[in-house]
């Protein structure tokens, strides 16, 4: 059975960091790419980070370029999104997901080329 999990999603304030994890079992992790998409309410969701399995290659959007870090350890099946100098407008339901493409575009990610999905960790950052 596949699970994804999120985590360490919560309340910070403008400038503050967290750092997300996302655990996964049920599929060989070393072998997908995973991502990272946030939606806050009202808005679309949006793909912010990508990591490829085949050879680490990463992509961000515009919107979190410089601010955030992806990064995973196949050891652990764990996904990680290390998140700096948070804005307001960062605040969002934040899901982690896997897909079995080799590399990430370096234009961004469809969601539904990805197949699975947690269920989201919440971050709200205030002003």
């Known amino acids: 059975q596949v699970q994804v999990v999120e985590s360490g999603g919560g309340v910070v304030q403008a400038g503050g960091s967290l750092r997300l994890s996302c655990t996964s079992s049920g599929f060989t992790f070393e072998r997908y790419s995973m991502g990272w998409f946030r939606q806050a309410p009202g808005k679309e969701r949006e793909g912010i980070s990508c990591?490829?399995?085949?050879?680490?290659?990463?992509y961000y959007a515009d919107s979190v370029k410089g601010r955030f870090t992806i990064s995973r350890d196949n050891a652990r099946n764990t996904l990680y999104l290390q998140m700096n100098s948070l804005k307001p407008e960062d605040t969002a339901m934040y899901y982690c997901?896997?897909?079995?493409?080799?590399?990430?575009?370096?234009?961004?990610?469809?969601?539904?080329?990805?197949?699975?999905w947690g269920q989201g960790t919440q971050v709200t950052v205030s002003s």
């Open positions: 990591i490829g399995w085949r050879d680490a290659s990463t």
């Open positions: 997901a896997a897909a079995t493409f080799d590399f990430c575009s370096s234009s961004g990610q469809r969601g539904v080329d990805f197949g699975y």
